[in-house]
């Protein structure tokens, strides 16, 4: 049991204030954060849980994978989770559909996709035109994943709907061993699905959406409004523990980087950790500060529309704050 995880255990309840729990001046807050994967992707966040840095601001941290942001919004707008950590589309989902007590973006970890493209065969000049007439094994329709796919399709001049034929039937994490049971031309993968193909031999990385698409927003955390004006001071202080964590990916290398994060990943060996961490860093995959820039959320926002799963643009000071983030950055 890692140490976060007896600290939270320790204080006998599981979410922050809204378990109504007391506690002493001197223990820590009880938080738990629904991450909407467990994925190397996400190593600055890892990396502060390893290194101590939320008991450092005072915080035990519970972690909750909800595989999906559907499942991690739920979480989130139920109480059953403080905080959520997946595409920011879907606090804008819940935003547009008249929800009071929305969630708001208070800190943005990755600014690049974090899944690439893998082919059966080696392809060395790959060219997004070759997708033309294949089959892809792609992402949740209006999920982040499946929405950057496509933004890169059209920024190349591939029409998503008639130019190739794109399976979102499959779940996510599901992908992987259908490609190997000989569905679809290519895949659309997150790590370590991408390399264990590669380690295989049963597909080959030919593209990465992260470089092809440019700089995104592609996860940041939230939480709902009213625990945000409730308890700035647990907001904050979880913000100063990630930053830490952004600051020790910005300074290390990748192979410290993956010794640091190897305990939440027992099932992968060292050097896969590596081989991951290193292409993630060398796309310059984190940033480094936390602050969710409005420009960002607008490309988010283009995405979205071209994707047809946005109505009506949302208004950016409602959905986003950066003043965690400022506070943060200036801090550390």
Known sequence: ?????????????????????????????????NEVAHSIFYAPQYVAIELGYFEEEGIALTLVTGFGADKTMTAVVSGEADIGFMGSESSIYAYSEGASDYAVNFAQLTQRAGNFLVAREEMEDFEWSDLKGTEVLGGRKGGMPEMVFEYILRQNGLDPASDLSIDQSIDFGSTA?????????????????????????????VASLG???????????????????????????????????????????????????????????LETITAIVTRYYEQDTWKENLIFEESSF???QDILEEAGELSARVP???LVTTEFAEKAAQKN
């Open 177 to 205: 061993a259908a490609f190997t049971g000989g569905k679809g031309d290519f895949s659309v993968e997150f790590e370590p699905a991408a390399t264990s193909l590669e380690s295989e031999g049963t597909g080959y990385v």
């Open 316 to 318: 950016y000071t409602d």
């Open 1 to 33: 049991m890692k140490k976060w995880m007896r600290a939270a255990a320790a204080v006998g309840c599981a979410g922050i204030l809204l378990c109504g729990c007391g506690k002493e001046e001197d223990s820590l807050t009880p938080v738990t954060l």
């Open 211 to 269: 470089v092809d698409s440019g700089y995104v927003p592609y996860t940041a955390y939230c939480a709902k409004k009213s625990l945000l004006e409730e308890h700035p001071d647990v907001a904050q202080r979880f913000t100063n523990a990630l930053q830490k964590g952004m600051d020790y990916v910005q300074s290390h290398t990748p192979e410290d980087i993956a010794k640091t994060i190897q305990p939440q990943f027992q099932e992968t060996d």
């Open 298 to 300: 607008d490309l988010l």
